[in-house]
Every structure is written in structure tokens, then in C-alpha cells.
């Protein structure tokens, strides 16, 4: 229970989850998709401009004493190292504090961040700054996720959370855009459009904060953390809210859950609870996470510099091109995401990983046999990452509804380091000199390595997915605090031969 607003440990029955995962869609669920969704624009947003002004940074006249290897090499590795740590220090935050403040505080960081990059005047602070908006947006994947998929009926979970997460796409296009016109000296002055590309990123987020505020804690979260009055409150509220929109009654919910409630859950207990009680999820995880950030970070964000090396491209011109194949990418979750919902996460997320890794191989055959230009290389691309975005986004949806609820946005940050460190470390460290020494089997190489990850994926996942479908998170993966009916000793986890077993359901 909850006295004077202050959190007290229990023993809980509530109805919570079940009330949630009946709702009809409604405006209050446009709301969270609205104020928590659209951050993933500014992230693509973030990327792809970053990559696309780094040849006018590095001029004379743009007010910063920086090169493009600086821009492209250090600069991106201080982001990617900022949204690995920024995701697993907001994640452990995130379950111990709870969804709202976290998701209030990594977006202030990320807009405090990009506005003080907007005004750097020296090449340290330019890298302190990209280091730090990168630690806000690893949070936000943490806390954003999470909350997603616990305010979210279970039938819409599957869809709703990979058009979010393909979301990203539409930045990335916007930013490849934008970029062609902060590099128009005709507008902007060398030293003021690519600042101004940054400060637009903070004006979208500003409009993003002022809707986030109305979004309101994640009930799951608030029952089991002592905080169960306020949740059944919240949900009542909710409930009222939707009666009036649809103008009739909601029926009645079907299952309640007990559980033990608690403040915190430690790291020692997290790390069991993924690898040793839930060793074939985490497997999948790592499996899905490493193959899509291979092809996404260490390939497709050096497209431009293919287009320019073997096919003469101009750089003015490669931001059509990218803005192309994002838009490919935002249509595939987008088209994609219903099946995952009524035909099943397995053969989904196994079809699009390992479709797409026959795609690429296909496309790198093409290459190599000299048979592409710019424009079918192009096309190639974009049927290969219609299939490759909700592949890559299943793989968020994935991890973060597989675990239980006290782990959850924990194993949403720890999965993304692992798959973020991989493509944006590593990878282009691998890949850097095939793509760009200007010999085809080499570039062709890279594709293959990159369409061979995706495909090994794929098959993990044909054995390890969980069905996990139009099924509540309570049902997916039983929460640590859950009590049994037998003794009323709390449950600590829940054997993977019978992941579906109702809450208090003896283990498999």
C-alpha cells in the first residue's frame, strides 16, 4: 500500500496488468506513443546530420578547428560510448526509481546536451557535448521502452513498439534532408547552418517534453514498488477517461496477480535472472542485437561514402540517396509490425533477419558482378532494409518484454550496449577499410560479413523466440516479486521450458 504519497513494502492482489491489457485504443494511448515515442526522430535525427556536415565542419570558416576523421571517428565513438553507459546507468535507474522520472530526466539531458553542441567554439567541447547527448539517448532507449511496453495492450504491444522503434528512420531521413540544405552556403553561412541543424534538434524535443509530462507513470512498475493505491487510482482514471471517449463500459478483467512488494532489485540478482534462469532469451538477445547493429552501424551508415567511392557520386547529392533508403526503413515496421502480433513473433523476427541476410547476400552478388549503379544499388538497398527495420526493431521489442518486469529496462540497456558497442565500435573498425579501399570484393566482403550475421540470427531466433504475442508481460516472463498460491513465498523466477505459465502458475 501507499500512505501520504510514501512507498511501504507488502503483500499485494491486484488486477492491474489485466485491466491494462484489455483497454480498446483510445487517445490516452496516442498520448504515450506521441510523448514517448518520437524520440527515437530526434536520435536518427542526431546521427545522420552529424555524418552528413562532418565535410563542412572540417572547412575553413565553420568556426570549429575540427577535421572530418575527427567528426566521423572520434566524435561518433564518444556518442556511441555515451549511449552505452548513458543506457545501462539510466537503465539501472530506471528500474529502481521508476519510468516517469527517468524518462523526464534522460530527455532534459539529451536537449542540454545538443543545445550546448549547437554553440561549440573548440574541438574538446564539441566531443564533451556528443559524449553527453549520446548518455541521454542510451537512457532513453532504457527508460522509453519499458514504459512503452508496459502502458501498451498486449494485442497492439508487438506493432506499436516497432513503428516506434522505426521511428528512427523518419529522423534519419529528415536529417539527410536537412543536411543538404545547412550545407547550402547560399542559405546559411559556413559557421551558422550546421548549427542550426543541431538547435532544430532541440526545438523538437522541447515539443516532445512539454507532451511527456502528461504521460504518467507505469502502473506495473508503481504496484510492485509499494506504490499500489496510486496505480489502481491511475488505471481508474484511465479507465473513465476511455468509457466517456468510446461511450460504453470496458468489460470486466479476467486475471489478477499477488506479489511481494519491493524498493529495488540488485545487479547480482538481475545478471541470475537473465543468464542463469533465462539463458536461451538472453542468447537470443545478444544473437538479435549483434547481427542488426552490424549490418545498420558497420554497412548501411557508410553508404554514402560507397556512393562516392564506386559510382561517382557527389557528396552534395548522397543525402537523396540515404534519405531513400530511410524512408524503406520506416515503411518496413510500419507494414510489418501487424504480423508480428497475429502471426507470431517467431516466424517473424526469424523471417525478416534471415530474408534480409539473403537479400544482402543477393545484393552483394549483384555488386561485385558490376551489375549496379547507383540507382539500382540503391533500390537494392531498400528492399533489403524494408525486411532488415523490423527485424532490427524486433530485437528492442524483444529483450524488453522476455525478462521480468523488475529487470526489464536493465535488460533493454544491457542488450543494447552489447549490440550498440558491437556496430558502433567494432564494426566499422572491421569494416571501415573494405568499404572504403575502393576495391568491389572487398566492399562486397563487407556485405556478405554483415548479411551472414543476420542470417545466424534468424536461425537463433527459429529456436530460441518466445511466442510471445497478444499475451500480457505477467504471462511472457513471471515478475520476481510474484507470489505462488501454494505458499505465498515469492516467486524468483521461472523456468524456460514453460515461459506462457499464468502468474502464480507452478514452474515447467
Given at each position: 500500500?501507499?500512505?501520504?504519497?510514501?512507498?511501504?513494502?507488502?503483500?499485494?492482489?491486484?488486477?492491474?496488468?489485466?485491466?491494462?491489457?484489455?483497454?480498446?485504443?483510445?487517445?490516452?494511448?496516442?498520448?504515450?506513443?506521441?510523448?514517448?515515442?518520437?524520440?527515437?526522430?530526434?536520435?536518427?535525427?542526431?546521427?545522420?546530420?552529424?555524418?552528413?556536415?562532418?565535410?563542412?565542419?572540417?572547412?575553413?570558416?565553420?568556426?570549429?578547428?575540427?577535421?572530418?576523421?575527427?567528426?566521423?571517428?572520434?566524435?561518433?565513438?564518444?556518442?556511441?560510448?555515451?549511449?552505452?553507459?548513458?543506457?545501462?546507468?539510466?537503465?539501472?535507474?530506471?528500474?529502481?526509481?521508476?519510468?516517469?522520472?527517468?524518462?523526464?530526466?534522460?530527455?532534459?539531458?539529451?536537449?542540454?546536451?545538443?543545445?550546448?553542441?549547437?554553440?561549440?567554439?573548440?574541438?574538446?567541447?564539441?566531443?564533451?557535448?556528443?559524449?553527453?547527448?549520446?548518455?541521454?539517448?542510451?537512457?532513453?532507449?532504457?527508460?522509453?521502452?519499458?514504459?512503452?511496453?508496459?502502458?501498451?495492450?498486449?494485442?497492439?504491444?508487438?506493432?506499436?513498439?516497432?513503428?516506434?522503434?522505426?521511428?528512427?528512420?523518419?529522423?534519419?531521413?529528415?536529417?539527410?534532408?536537412?543536411?543538404?540544405?545547412?550545407?547550402?552556403?547560399?542559405?546559411?553561412?559556413?559557421?551558422?547552418?550546421?548549427?542550426?541543424?543541431?538547435?532544430?534538434?532541440?526545438?523538437?524535443?522541447?515539443?516532445?517534453?512539454?507532451?511527456?509530462?502528461?504521460?504518467?507513470?507505469?502502473?506495473?512498475?508503481?504496484?510492485?514498488?509499494?506504490?499500489?493505491?496510486?496505480?489502481?487510482?491511475?488505471?481508474?482514471?484511465?479507465?473513465?477517461?476511455?468509457?466517456?471517449?468510446?461511450?460504453?463500459?470496458?468489460?470486466?478483467a479476467e486475471s489478477e496477480i499477488t506479489v511481494e512488494q519491493r524498493r529495488s532489485v540488485g545487479f547480482i540478482e538481475i545478471g541470475k535472472t537473465v543468464f542463469?534462469?533465462?539463458?536461451?532469451?538472453?542468447?537470443?538477445?545478444?544473437?538479435?542485437?549483434?547481427?542488426?547493429?552490424?549490418?545498420?552501424?558497420?554497412?548501411?551508415?557508410?553508404?554514402?561514402?560507397?556512393?562516392?567511392?564506386?559510382?561517382?557520386?557527389?557528396?552534395?547529392?548522397?543525402?537523396?540517396?540515404?534519405?531513400?533508403?530511410?524512408?524503406?526503413?520506416?515503411?518496413?515496421?510500419?507494414?510489418?509490425?501487424?504480423?508480428?502480433?497475429?502471426?507470431?513473433?517467431?516466424?517473424?523476427?526469424?523471417?525478416?533477419?534471415?530474408?534480409?541476410?539473403?537479400?544482402?547476400?543477393?545484393?552483394?552478388?549483384?555488386?561485385?558482378?558490376?551489375?549496379?549503379?547507383?540507382?539500382?544499388?540503391?533500390?537494392?538497398?531498400?528492399?533489403?532494409?524494408?525486411?532488415?527495420?523490423?527485424?532490427?526493431?524486433?530485437?528492442?521489442?524483444?529483450?524488453?518484454?522476455?525478462?521480468?518486469?523488475?529487470?526489464?529496462?536493465?535488460?533493454?540497456?544491457?542488450?543494447?550496449?552489447?549490440?550498440?558497442?558491437?556496430?558502433?565500435?567494432?564494426?566499422?573498425?572491421?569494416?571501415?577499410?573494405?568499404?572504403?579501399?575502393?576495391?568491389?570484393?572487398?566492399?562486397?566482403?563487407?556485405?556478405?560479413?554483415?548479411?551472414?550475421?543476420?542470417?545466424?540470427?534468424?536461425?537463433?531466433?527459429?529456436?530460441?523466440?518466445?511466442?510471445?504475442?497478444?499475451?500480457?508481460?505477467?504471462?511472457?516472463?513471471?515478475?520476481?516479486?510474484?507470489?505462488?498460491?501454494?505458499?505465498?513465498?515469492?516467486?524468483?523466477?521461472?523456468?524456460?521450458?514453460?515461459?506462457?505459465?499464468?502468474?502464480?502458475?507452478?514452474?515447467?
Open positions: 500500500m501507499s500512505r501520504g504519497g510514501e512507498a511501504v513494502t507488502g503483500t499485494v492482489t491486484t488486477q492491474v496488468p489485466a485491466r491494462l491489457d484489455r483497454l480498446p485504443w483510445s487517445r490516452w494511448h496516442w498520448m504515450i506513443v506521441i510523448g514517448l515515442g518520437t524520440v527515437w526522430i530526434l536520435d536518427g535525427l542526431e546521427v545522420t546530420v552529424v555524418g552528413n556536415i562532418a565535410g563542412r565542419l572540417s572547412e575553413a570558416g565553420s568556426g570549429l578547428p575540427i577535421s572530418s576523421a575527427q567528426v566521423t571517428g572520434v566524435a561518433a565513438a564518444l556518442y556511441v560510448a555515451g549511449a552505452c553507459s548513458g543506457a545501462l546507468f539510466f537503465g539501472w535507474l530506471t528500474d529502481r526509481y521508476g519510468r516517469k522520472k527517468l524518462f523526464l530526466i534522460t530527455l532534459t539531458v539529451y536537449l542540454a546536451a545538443t543545445a550546448l553542441t549547437a554553440v561549440s567554439f573548440s574541438v574538446w567541447w564539441f566531443f564533451l557535448f556528443r559524449f553527453l547527448t549520446g548518455f541521454g539517448i542510451g537512457g532513453e532507449y532504457a527508460a522509453i521502452n519499458s514504459a512503452i511496453d508496459e502502458l501498451i495492450p498486449s494485442r497492439f504491444r508487438g506493432r506499436v513498439d516497432l513503428i516506434i522503434n522505426g521511428s528512427y528512420w523518419l529522423g534519419a531521413m529528415g536529417g539527410a534532408l536537412l543536411s543538404v540544405l545547412a550545407l547550402d552556403t547560399r542559405i546559411f553561412p559556413k559557421d551558422v547552418g550546421w548549427r542550426l541543424t543541431f538547435a532544430l534538434g532541440v526545438v523538437l524535443g522541447l515539443v516532445i517534453l512539454l507532451v511527456r509530462r502528461h504521460v504518467p507513470e507505469s502502473p506495473r512498475w508503481m504496484f510492485i514498488h509499494g506504490q499500489a493505491e496510486g496505480a489502481e487510482k491511475l488505471v481508474d482514471e484511465v479507465e473513465r477517461e476511455i468509457e466517456e471517449e468510446s461511450g460504453r463500459p470496458l468489460p470486466e542463469r534462469d533465462y539463458p536461451k532469451r538472453a542468447t537470443l538477445g545478444f544473437a538479435l542485437f549483434v547481427g542488426q547493429a552490424f549490418l545498420y552501424n558497420a554497412i548501411t551508415f557508410g553508404f554514402g561514402s560507397i556512393l562516392v567511392t564506386f559510382f561517382d557520386v557527389s557528396t552534395g547529392t548522397t543525402g537523396y540517396f540515404f534519405a531513400a533508403i530511410a524512408f524503406c526503413n520506416f515503411l518496413g515496421p510500419l507494414f510489418l509490425g501487424r504480423l508480428f502480433d497475429t502471426w507470431g513473433r517467431r516466424p517473424m523476427i526469424a523471417g525478416t533477419y534471415i530474408l534480409s541476410g539473403v537479400l544482402l547476400f543477393f545484393t552483394a552478388w549483384l555488386f561485385d558482378a558490376g551489375r549496379l549503379d547507383a540507382v539500382t544499388m540503391t533500390l537494392c538497398w531498400c528492399v533489403v532494409l524494408f525486411f532488415a527495420s523490423a527485424g532490427a526493431s524486433s530485437a528492442y521489442l524483444t529483450v524488453s518484454e522476455i525478462f521480468p518486469m523488475e529487470t526489464r529496462a536493465m535488460a533493454i540497456a544491457f542488450f543494447y550496449a552489447i549490440g550498440t558497442a558491437a556496430g558502433g565500435i567494432s564494426g566499422p573498425l572491421l569494416f571501415a577499410g573494405l568499404t572504403q579501399s575502393g576495391v568491389v570484393g572487398d566492399a562486397a566482403l563487407a556485405f556478405c560479413v554483415g548479411a551472414a550475421l543476420m542470417v545466424i540470427a534468424g536461425l537463433v531466433a527459429v529456436f530460441f523466440a518466445v511466442a510471445a504475442e497478444q499475451k500480457s508481460l505477467e504471462q511472457i516472463a513471471v515478475p520476481l516479486s510474484a507470489v505462488t498460491t501454494q505458499d505465498s513465498a515469492p516467486r524468483r523466477g521461472v523456468h524456460e521450458k514453460n515461459p506462457g505459465s499464468p502468474p502464480g502458475a507452478p514452474p515447467g
